[in-house]
């Protein structure tokens, strides 16, 4: 089994940024990537930015040029920071480790953009 602990969403005004982060324990292999997805209200669930078990990074067109991902393989821990934020991307935040055999999700985290 494997817990996803995030910490970091809440309320942030247009252009402003906000840090989540992370953090994962329990049965975490070597081959596990770690990302992050969101939810909006109404909306499917979409990938935001991941980081592969050999650090490559996926970030969603809409992430490219605000959102930067890092992963911190001895403390497994990933973190995304989130810059000039629009009210577009208020959503609840999920972190997400998998590997091809299992997958684990967060309990999510609210970030809100005022407008």
């Known amino acids: 089994q494997v817990q996803l602990v995030e910490s970091g969403g809440g309320l942030v005004q247009t252009g402003g940024s906000l840090r989540l982060s992370c953090t994962a324990s329990?049965?975490?292999?070597?081959?596990?990537?770690m990302g992050w997805f969101r939810q909006a209200p109404g909306k499917q669930r979409e990938l935001v930015a991941i980081?592969?078990?050999?650090?490559?990074?996926q970030l969603a067109d809409f992430a490219k040029g605000r959102f930067t991902i890092s992963r911190e393989y001895d403390k497994n821990t990933v973190t995304l920071q989130m810059n000039n934020l629009s009210p577009e991307d208020t959503a609840v935040y999920y972190c997400?480790?998998?590997?091809?055999?299992?997958?684990?999700w967060g309990q999510g985290t609210q970030v809100t953009v005022s407008s």
């Open positions: 997400h480790l998998a590997d091809t055999t299992r997958s684990y």
């Open positions: 329990g049965s975490i292999f070597s081959s596990d990537a």
């Open positions: 980081v592969s078990h050999i650090g490559r990074t």
